[in-house]
């Protein structure tokens, strides 16, 4: 079983081509819930909706968010009415957060809703939100303290970040079945996210982190960083805003306390020296997913380099008897 962290766009696309590669029943993605919003009165989960999407086919390719093809009569109705609409809700995704929410007032935790949703839509692979808890990233900025949606969306990520918080981190549980995927895994990936407001939230959930540093399987990380740049989005300068330098190495030092391995793009190879200094291992090759043939094949490299770490060769008996004794690993005590 492969167990991928993930955030929105950047692990959506990455999905869509692990799935082209491995059964997608062997997936088990966890996800970032800290971007949530209650917006018109309704639960929006965008990068839990992100990725289920993205795994039943249906995600928009223009957008990266919400569901192909969607049309929007109901967000315009809503301007005309005086209702904020600087979040677009298309007309089907709005089909998904009314009945999520309905669920939701019924009693049933967002792991359960979440299931539900998969299962309806044809998905193999298994989508666990990172917790049933709530879990809200907010964004410090220079102009005063925003939700994530409000930073992201609304202000297009322009005020400069200050500081980011996981406002009740530190009370959630990480959800039924977290911490058995990552501990059962045979590898661990953290996809090309944002690392401060996709995978920090899930690693801010108390026993994430400790489970990531025990766990036997191999971790790998895809850098969402190019250069000096994020590939998409503010990852660059919310880095900055937490003291990090915006690079490779500045991904890697997030992880370093359980991180195996960093994927990078082919022109930061050159950088790989200073990864390898934390006691991380460096694979390069073509990061950017531009068509599916890039998401499946940045996807395949990502299980190549990964079963680089083990020198004999891997037998289908080996496979099969799962997941070898960890090295000791001088980050690991
Ligand atoms: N992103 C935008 O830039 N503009 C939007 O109006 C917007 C609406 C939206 C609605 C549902 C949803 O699931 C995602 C949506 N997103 C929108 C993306 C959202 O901001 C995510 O948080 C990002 O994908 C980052 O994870």
């Given at each position: 079983m492969i167990c991928v962290l993930c955030g929105g766009t950047g692990a959506a696309k990455f999905l869509q081509g692990l799935q082209r590669i491995v059964p997608p029943a062997e997936i088990t993605a966890v996800v970032?819930?800290?971007?949530d919003v209650m917006w018109w009165g309704l639960h929006v989960s965008p990068d839990v909706d992100s990725i289920t999407y993205a795994l039943a086919g249906i995600l928009s390719r223009e957008r990266g968010?919400?569901?192909?093809?969607?049309?929007f009569e109901c967000h315009a109705r809503m301007r005309e009415l005086g209702?904020?609409?600087?979040f677009s809700l298309g007309d089907r995704d709005l089909a998904t957060h009314l009945q999520r929410t309905q669920w939701l007032k019924g009693g049933r935790s967002l792991t359960n809703v979440t299931a539900e949703m998969a299962r309806r839509l044809g998905v193999q692979s298994r989508i666990l939100p990172m917790s049933d808890d709530p879990v809200e990233t907010r964004v410090v900025t220079e102009s005063g303290e925003l939700s994530f949606q409000e930073y992201f969306v609304r202000e297009r990520h322009q005020p400069v970040p200050w500081e980011v918080r996981y406002i009740g981190a530190e009370k959630a549980h990480p959800a039924r079945g977290v911490l058995d995927a990552i501990h059962q895994a045979q590898l661990v990936i953290v996809a090309?996210?944002?690392?401060?407001?996709s995978i920090g939230p899930i690693l801010a959930v108390p026993g994430i982190r400790g489970a990531l540093r025990a766990t036997p399987a191999t971790i790998v990380a895809v850098s969402p960083i190019v250069g000096e740049a994020a590939?998409?989005?503010?990852a660059g300068e919310l880095m900055r805003a937490h003291g990090?330098?915006?690079s490779i190495r500045g991904v890697a030092q997030v992880y370093?306390?359980?991180?195996?391995m960093v994927v990078v793009e082919e022109?930061?190879?050159?950088?790989a020296p200073r990864v390898e200094d934390l006691g991380i291992r460096v694979h390069s090759c073509?990061?950017?997913?531009?068509s599916d043939e890039d998401k499946a094949e940045l996807a395949r490299q990502v299980l190549v380099a990964s079963k680089?770490?083990?020198?004999?060769p891997t037998s289908q008996s080996q496979a099969s008897r799962g997941p070898r004794p960890r090295a000791a690993s001088p980050r690991r005590p």
């Open positions: 970032n819930t800290g971007d968010w919400g569901v192909e093809g969607d049309t209702a904020p609409a600087w090309p996210s944002n690392p401060i407001t590939v998409s989005g503010p990090l330098e915006v370093a306390d359980f991180l195996d022109s930061d190879r050159k950088l073509r990061t950017m997913m531009q680089m770490r083990t020198p004999t």
